[in-house]
């Protein structure tokens, strides 16, 4: 139930075989499985499928501390090490860290870090993504309104 709500929510991962193997408080870990349109020309998932895999997981962790009801999260910063070719079904694996950030009164914002590995299913490590995560209530943002696209 809650993978096809996350489709819908989330329209552009719709038709990746992104599946929510893990969620809680602490952890998540999404797989994925080996469909076409994740491919790259020789057959392995593409770097940018390997991109969201790093990104996709980290957020919903994110999303968990920080409702999207009282505040806008967005994506800051992706970087990604590619250590391995892709094939097959993979994992990605991300877990909170031991002390959440809070915000301080100097500032409006907050920015979270957080790393996700990314492997197969021999759990050979096939990437490793950062992401920094900026988070601010929506009462200090000065655009509320979404772009229509």
Same mark, same amino acid.
């Given at each position: ?6 489709? $819908?929510? $989330? ?6 075989g ?5 969620f ?41 501390? +920080?409702? +999207? ?5 967005? $994506? ?12 097959? $079904? ?12 809070? +915000? ?34 929506w009462s ?10």
């Amino acid at each position: 139930m809650l993978n096809t709500l996350l489709t $819908i929510g $989330i329209p552009f991962n719709k038709g990746l075989g992104l599946r929510l193997q893990e969620f809680s408080e602490n952890k998540v870990v999404v797989k994925s499985l080996p469909k076409r349109r994740r491919r790259n020309h020789v057959g392995g998932a593409h770097a940018c499928a390997l991109a969201l895999l790093g990104e996709y997981p980290a957020g919903l962790l994110v999303a968990q501390q +920080f409702p +999207f009801s009282e505040y806008r999260i967005i $994506i800051g910063e992706l970087k990604v090490e590619y250590e391995k070719q892709g094939r097959g $079904i993979l994992f990605s694996e991300v877990e909170a860290p031991t002390a959440w950030p809070s +915000f301080s009164e100097e500032s409006d914002d907050l920015w979270i870090p957080m790393n996700t590995t990314i492997y197969n299913e021999k759990r050979e490590v096939v990437a490793r993504a950062q992401t920094r995560w900026q988070i601010k209530p929506w009462s200090k943002v000065r655009s509320k309104q979404p772009v229509n696209s």
